[in-house]
């Protein structure tokens, strides 16, 4: 059998995280047997679905990495197909029209609401004669479910799911507007896709139920269904806004690799062994529903901006300092200039191993392209009163003289400086530090001379002298 998965998320707003973990889910389910994964947008709710949440969602996936076969599918543009879908039932006698008003389904309601129980259709218009049916007011077509027995489910991921058939009730297929539900749209645009396996939330999971007595009534073959569980927030509760970021262009935004990423939501909920650090090619290799758990996921952002570390260590400095260089113009709403281009292959081995994120290596790197004079830290501005003015002078003169700028010659120039006056090191490096950063912490004094070049680092010095 050909695997083929699909995403298929609302388009009401941005990448849910949750939403982005289905889609991984989907996309290496499908890459480890050798299948591939479509993509549907469902966007039948036209008062919230809008472009901008198509582009988003479109624009977090390709950010993650996770691309689809074909061009994406709107289940709105296949209403007709759905209509036929139900035509198709109510010819064969699997489905029936249904004319009560509000007034009766609401009388339903408060009904069941009084004996404690949900509500359900209570079947009224099932084997009522057409000819009973008013002239006045469009009916709905709703599906002749079995009444005995029992729906089951081999759920791959929750077991063997089964509900007796008279605890459901006859849904709603077609509305009286010619609409379809969700639930007829799902299962028509499924089997129409030749969709094998469904990876979703485990809060589908009655949903799967209803949808297989529809696949049962058209006699068609049902696809596999893998319910996940949910991802909840660090307090145990469903992940919600309280939480923090909820769509994938927040950790984006944070500073998170996509390959981080990835492999966190990769693991929230499925395991390999005592496997963390999972590349995405060992992952294809991996992936399975048997690594799913039960158990709901808790998200962790401090385990996320630890694993985010890895990554920035480990990737091609080349890379990383394209990143760089993006996320400090995103910063400080400029261009870099070419020496300015020049400083970050110099420093960024120095500046990944003190970054958990892009955000953070950024702000590490700000001194090197800072704008003179430095906007001065105040722990840093404390470092330059008293003696520091005399001791900048020292420094200033000892770098003139240094005209190959390189690690070994001004590490010796300051070194030799400091024995000379009989100084600490610490204490000629910290104004030094201040003076040239205009912070109270970066890479160590010698590394921050190199980087900068030597004019940068005596223009800078030589404001705090004037």
């Given at each position: 059998?050909?695997?083929?998965?699909?995403?298929?998320?609302?388009?009401?707003?941005?990448?849910?995280?949750?939403?982005?973990?289905?889609?991984?889910?989907?996309?290496?389910?499908?890459?480890?047997?050798?299948?591939?994964?479509?993509?549907?947008?469902?966007?039948?709710?036209?008062?919230?679905?809008?472009?901008?949440?198509?582009?988003?969602?479109?624009?977090?996936?390709?950010?993650?990495?996770?691309?689809?076969?074909?061009?994406?599918?709107?289940?709105?543009?296949?209403?007709?197909?759905?209509?036929?879908?139900?035509?198709?039932?109510?010819?064969?006698?699997?489905?029936?029209?249904?004319?009560?008003?509000?007034?009766?389904?609401?009388?339903?309601?408060?009904?069941?609401?009084?004996?404690?129980?949900?509500?359900?259709?209570?079947?009224?218009?099932?084997?009522?004669?057409?000819?009973?049916?008013?002239?006045?007011?469009?009916?709905?077509?709703?599906?002749?479910?079995?009444?005995?027995?029992?729906?089951?489910?081999?759920?791959?991921?929750?077991?063997?799911?089964?509900?007796?058939?008279?605890?459901?009730?006859?849904?709603?297929?077609?509305?009286?507007?010619?609409?379809?539900?969700?639930?007829?749209?799902?299962?028509?645009?499924?089997?129409?896709?030749?969709?094998?396996?469904?990876?979703?939330?485990?809060?589908?999971?009655?949903?799967?139920?209803?949808?297989?007595?529809?696949?049962?009534?058209?006699?068609?073959?049902?696809?596999?269904?893998?319910?996940?569980?949910?991802?909840?927030?660090?307090?145990?509760?469903?992940?919600?806004?309280?939480?923090?970021?909820?769509?994938?262009?927040?950790?984006?935004?944070?500073?998170?690799?996509?390959?981080?990423?990835?492999?966190?939501?990769?693991?929230?909920?499925?395991?390999?062994?005592?496997?963390?650090?999972?590349?995405?090619?060992?992952?294809?290799?991996?992936?399975?529903?048997?690594?799913?758990?039960?158990?709901?996921?808790?998200?962790?952002?401090?385990?996320?901006?630890?694993?985010?570390?890895?990554?920035?260590r480990g990737m091609d400095e080349g890379e990383l300092c394209r990143l760089l260089a993006d996320q400090l113009h995103q910063t400080l709403k400029r261009d870099l200039?070419?020496?300015?281009?020049?400083?970050?292959?110099?420093?960024?081995?120095?500046?990944?191993?003190?970054?958990?994120?892009?955000?953070?290596?950024?702000?590490?790197?700000?001194?090197?392209?800072?704008?003179?004079?430095?906007?001065?830290?105040?722990?840093?501005?404390?470092?330059?009163?008293?003696?520091?003015?005399?001791?900048?002078?020292?420094?200033?003169?000892?770098?003139?003289?240094?005209?190959?700028?390189?690690?070994?010659?001004?590490?010796?120039?300051?070194?030799?400086?400091?024995?000379?006056?009989?100084?600490?090191?610490?204490?000629?490096?910290?104004?030094?530090?201040?003076?040239?950063?205009?912070?109270?912490?970066?890479?160590g004094i010698f590394e921050v001379l190199y980087f900068l070049g030597r004019q940068e680092s005596l223009d800078r010095i030589g404001d705090y002298l004037e």
């Amino acid at each position: 059998m050909s695997v083929i998965t699909r995403f298929a998320p609302s388009p009401t707003g941005f990448l849910h995280i949750g939403g982005a973990r289905t889609a991984l889910f989907n996309w290496l389910f499908a890459k480890h047997h050798g299948g591939h994964m479509l993509l549907r947008i469902e966007d039948t709710d036209r008062a919230r679905s809008t472009e901008a949440a198509v582009t988003a969602i479109h624009d977090g996936l390709h950010w993650l990495g996770l691309d689809w076969q074909g061009e994406p599918i709107s289940q709105f543009a296949r209403a007709n197909r759905h209509a036929e879908v139900a035509q198709q039932l109510l010819a064969q006698g699997k489905a029936y029209h249904c004319y009560c008003t509000p007034a009766e389904l609401a009388e339903m309601r408060e009904t069941a609401k009084a004996e404690g129980r949900s509500m359900r259709y209570d079947g009224r218009w099932r084997d009522r004669d057409p000819g009973a049916a008013p002239t006045d007011g469009a009916p709905v077509i709703r599906l002749k479910a079995p009444q005995s027995g029992a729906t089951t489910i081999d759920d791959l991921v929750q077991g063997q799911i089964t509900v007796q058939n008279a605890e459901m009730d006859d849904m709603v297929l077609l509305r009286a507007d010619g609409s379809p539900t969700y639930m007829l749209a799902v299962v028509v645009d499924d089997h129409d896709m030749a969709i094998s396996h469904i990876i979703r939330g485990d809060d589908h999971l009655t949903n799967a139920i209803r949808q297989r007595q529809i696949y049962d009534l058209m006699g068609w073959t049902a696809p596999h269904f893998a319910h996940i569980p949910l991802i909840h927030g660090a307090d145990g509760a469903k992940l919600s806004k309280r939480h923090g970021a909820l769509g994938v262009e927040a950790y984006r935004d944070m500073g998170i690799l996509p390959a981080a990423l990835r492999n966190y939501l990769l693991r929230l909920g499925w395991s390999h062994g005592d496997d963390e650090i999972i590349e995405t090619e060992q992952a294809i290799a991996w992936f399975d529903l048997d690594g799913v758990g039960k158990s709901a996921a808790r998200f962790d952002i401090t385990r996320l901006e630890n694993l985010n570390s890895h990554y920035v260590r480990g990737m091609d400095e080349g890379e990383l300092c394209r990143l760089l260089a993006d996320q400090l113009h995103q910063t400080l709403k400029r261009d870099l200039s070419a020496i300015e281009l020049a400083r970050l292959p110099l420093a960024i081995g120095a500046l990944k191993e003190r970054a958990k994120t892009l955000v953070e290596l950024a702000d590490k790197a700000q001194f090197l392209v800072a704008s003179r004079p430095l906007i001065m830290e105040e722990k840093a501005a404390s470092q330059l009163t008293g003696e520091a003015p005399a001791l900048l002078a020292l420094g200033h003169a000892c770098l003139q003289s240094v005209e190959d700028w390189n690690l070994d010659n001004v590490t010796a120039a300051i070194r030799g400086l400091a024995e000379a006056e009989n100084l600490k090191l610490g204490n000629l490096a910290q104004p030094l530090r201040a003076a040239l950063t205009g912070r109270n912490a970066s890479p160590g004094i010698f590394e921050v001379l190199y980087f900068l070049g030597r004019q940068e680092s005596l223009d800078r010095i030589g404001d705090y002298l004037e």
